[in-house]
């Protein structure tokens, strides 16, 4: 298949590069060149450049029969790639996110309620991530209708992962010794491995899908993700769980200083999406344990360092005040 790619040199564009060459198709990837240019030169891939908010026709005059757009995030902008495209793909993959759905103590599938965004003009996506990526599905669908497939990944975890969410307790882990690990300990978690995911992807377009799908990992706890990790990597680590409100008091942040922990039940209750419709489509989930160990590679071959996350110093001050209190 000719397919193009919007975006494609980073994390999850650059997983469905590798998937997607392995398949041998022809790719083509439109972005601003900015990460990674010439990336997958080597292997033929043909580069057009050009910023996504007014400089989309660039792809005139290409034709594909799949586009995968991995970096919309801005209603406005993808209307504008989608309009440009319309006549030039057969098919039309969007890559949102769980986050559209309204949080749901019993879990989400595809009909669950999504997120409204609150004012039609705002292109704040730092504060409506998942409002706008709502919209921009709808966006698709208006121009692509049949042919467009929207996916609904959860977490996405791998090696190139630019968030370091998962990275850093690969990390954490391996140094051994007590591990801070935040209460509460059995708070709904679901990882993907972004090979996974982009393995799905591909055969969606393959397979000529339509609709929506969720694509989450495995339903486990917080503290399932940890147990994995250790027995994976054989890591000589221990958690010792300490109480959020302790936490919080202390001023430690969610996501920031404690990557993937998610007290807030509004949160924790997206980490309950049904994927069972992207099952029976042919998603096929690794081990989380295999993403740890793909992960500790990656980390080790580019001597890649984590941004996010607790200083050993800060960690071992909290511990030690923990076991005080």
Request: with cysteine; charged share 25%; proline share 7%.
């Amino acid at each position: 298949m000719r397919i193009c790619i919007l975006g494609g040199t980073r994390f999850i564009g650059r997983h469905l590069v590798e998937e997607a060459l392995r398949r041998r198709h022809r790719v083509t990837l439109f972005n601003r060149g900015r990460s990674n240019p010439g990336l997958f030169g080597p292997a033929g891939v043909r580069e057009v450049h050009g910023d996504r908010d007014g400089g989309i026709d660039a792809l005139a005059g290409l034709r594909f029969d799949a586009v995968i757009d991995t970096s919309g995030y801005v209603p406005r902008i993808v209307a504008a790639s989608a309009r440009t495209l319309r006549d030039a793909t057969d098919r039309y993959l969007f890559v949102s996110t769980v986050s559209v759905y309204e949080p749901a103590p019993g879990g989400v599938d595809e009909g669950s309620p999504l997120r409204r965004l609150p004012d039609p003009r705002s292109e704040d996506v730092d504060t409506y991530y998942g409002e706008l990526k709502a919209v921009c599905e709808r966006v698709v669908r208006d121009v692509f209708g049949p042919r467009c497939v929207v996916v609904r990944p959860g977490i996405v975890a791998g090696p190139h992962d630019p968030t370091d969410r998962f990275t850093y307790w690969v990390q954490r882990l391996r140094r051994g010794g007590e591990v801070l690990a935040p209460e509460p300990r059995g708070n709904p978690l679901q990882l993907i491995d972004v090979r996974d995911l982009s393995a799905f992807m591909l055969g969606a377009v393959e397979q000529g899908l339509d609709g929506t799908y969720n694509a989450t990992g495995r339903p486990t706890t917080f503290a399932g993700m940890l147990d994995a990790t250790i027995e994976a990597l054989s890591a000589a680590a221990v958690p010792r769980w300490v109480d959020a409100s302790f936490l919080a008091a202390r001023g430690i942040a969610p996501g920031r200083d404690l990557p993937l922990w998610m007290p807030d039940e509004a949160a924790a209750s997206l980490m309950r999406a049904d994927s069972s419709r992207a099952a029976a489509a042919g998603l096929n989930l690794r081990p989380l344990g295999d993403t740890a160990r793909a992960v500790a590679r990656w980390v080790d071959d580019e001597h890649h360092e984590v941004t996010i996350g607790l200083e050993p110093e800060r960690e071992r001050d909290l511990l030690a005040a923990a076991a005080r209190a």
